[in-house]
DNA sequence: AACGATGTGGGACTATCGCT
DNA sequence: AGCGATAGTCCCACATCGTT
């Protein structure tokens, strides 16, 4: 598309912006005990693959190495980035961090664990032990070189896509700006990932049409609020909510923040329990609903406007518009995704085109759906389009 | 021809409100 | 106060359009 070369430098410049965030443990230990709640096997003899700046800075990791015998890991796989800032800062090897040993440019390795036991003898089995197994056995990790193209342990690169190929479940959390790229490398390898993300991920053109064909789905933790992510030393303290804590280290608080999974887990099997339009109207808990052209028609889409994805009604049979966190508590079983409202992602049914004459900013009043009041266009947020199970399994006559 | 105004895409954005 | 949820805003740098 025209628009989309014209804005190139446009996007270069976003894509070279930081995104190096380091993953709270505590983020990790409740998203992946969901899954165990749900389905205590559901990383039993498998092969776990995390990519890293630095295994032993990472969480992601620990996490998982400290947890080895617990899930029952074949073998956990994890690569670090040869570029990170914090890759090399603890590492045990002096081999792979040049120079004097003060955060000179490491070089990528990958490290690989098929077993966690008592290495010191200590009665446990944590995270020393693994660094004990690691030093004795040399051949449990090796440098990673990269190509003329993407540096070692860039998950592009031909060895991170060989040791990706390998791996039954992909756990980390990739830089925002090259999450499309991630999540269709995933999928063209058809892994079972769990990733981090973003909910404006909802909208992205490339990752919504995975979301409508049932590929990848919001994880079982984390809707709403803000989450903490350690950042680089040098990373400039410009987000709405920063601290330092009493080393130094660096901390951002991240709003819109979403686990991304194609694992299945107990919240997405949760029915959302709803009133008729009716009471809703009369009962919502946002005082504010009737002001919000509750349930009136789009005048460019064949859906009704439903303003919070509580008012949800289940006495309509067409289709609905529901804010974009609808999938914070979307049950595939209860409702169908037909479609979006925004940007380029107007999937949809169109009932009438705006032009320049009907209206100002007549292209995103395309995209998005708007609600005539008087002569006034309302324009509204992006909305998901959904519409109950039960119509869909009538219009499509079988459905599994 | 020169210059200013406008459109463009999408975001590790950000603000605000209500509830517990 | 903190959490959960909704609804936005604004900015980047360049091409192109419109006006002088």
New binding site residues.
């Given amino acids: 598309?025209?628009?989309?070369?014209?804005?190139?430098?446009?996007?270069k410049?976003?894509?070279a912006?930081?995104?190096?965030?380091?993953?709270q443990y505590v983020d990790i230990q409740k998203e992946v005990e969901a899954y165990l709640e749900f389905d205590p096997d559901t990383f039993r003899g498998k092969v776990v693959y995390c990519n890293c700046d630095d295994p032993f800075e990472s969480n992601f990791f620990k996490y998982f190495a400290a947890n080895f015998n617990k899930l029952g890991l074949k073998k956990l796989v994890s690569t670090s980035y040869d570029g990170s800032p914090i890759a090399g800062q603890g590492t045990l090897f002096p081999e792979y961090n040049e120079g004097n040993g003060k955060r000179q440019k490491p070089k990528a390795l990958a490290v690989i664990i098929d077993h966690v036991k008592d290495e010191d003898g200590d009665g446990a089995t944590d995270i020393n032990d693994v660094k004990l197994f690691l030093k004795r056995n040399k051949a449990a990790r090796t440098a990673l070189k990269g190509n003329n193209k993407y540096a070692g342990g860039d998950f592009r690169s031909p060895e991170c896509i060989a040791l990706q190929k390998e791996a039954d479940i992909v756990v980390t959390?990739?830089?925002?700006?090259l999450?499309?790229e991630y999540v269709a490398q995933l999928v063209e390898h058809g892994k079972k990932f769990l990733i981090?993300?973003?909910?404006?991920?909802i909208?992205?053109?490339?990752i919504f049409p995975l979301i409508k064909a049932d590929k990848i789905w919001m994880g079982a933790t984390?809707?709403?609020?803000?989450?903490e992510?350690r950042v680089p030393d040098h990373y400039p303290l410009?987000?709405?909510?920063w601290r330092v804590d009493e080393n130094g280290v660096k901390y951002?608080?991240?709003?819109?923040?979403r686990w991304w999974t194609n694992l299945d887990h107990g919240r997405r099997h949760e029915k959302l329990s709803l009133m008729t339009k009716e009471d809703n109207m009369r009962f919502s808990?946002?005082?504010?609903i009737k002001g919000?052209a509750a349930y009136d028609r789009y005048d460019n889409y064949d859906a009704i406007e439903v303003?919070?994805?509580?008012?949800i009604p289940n006495d309509h049979e067409g289709a609905m518009g529901?804010?974009?966190?609808?999938l914070?508590?979307y049950n595939p079983d209860q409702f169908e995704i037909l479609g979006i409202t925004d940007?380029?992602?107007n999937s949809g049914v169109k009932t009438k085109e705006y032009t320049?004459a009907d209206v100002?900013?007549?292209?995103?009043l395309n995209r998005r759906g708007v609600v005539r009041v008087g002569n006034e266009y309302?324009?509204?947020?992006?909305?998901l389009i959904i519409r109950h199970r039960r119509c869909s399994r009538h219009a499509k006559g079988t459905k599994k």
């Fill in positions: 598309m025209a628009a989309q070369v014209k804005n190139r430098s446009l996007h410049a976003k894509a912006k930081q995104d190096e965030f380091y993953t959390n990739p830089p925002f700006s999450f499309r981090i993300g973003n909910v404006q991920a909208t992205y053109k490339e984390i809707h709403s609020g803000d989450r992510f410009n987000a709405a909510g951002i608080r991240v709003k819109g923040v808990k946002h005082k504010e919000k303003p919070f994805t509580d008012a529901v804010p974009i966190t609808f914070d508590r940007r380029d992602n320049e100002p900013n007549f292209g995103d309302k324009p509204i947020y992006a909305r």
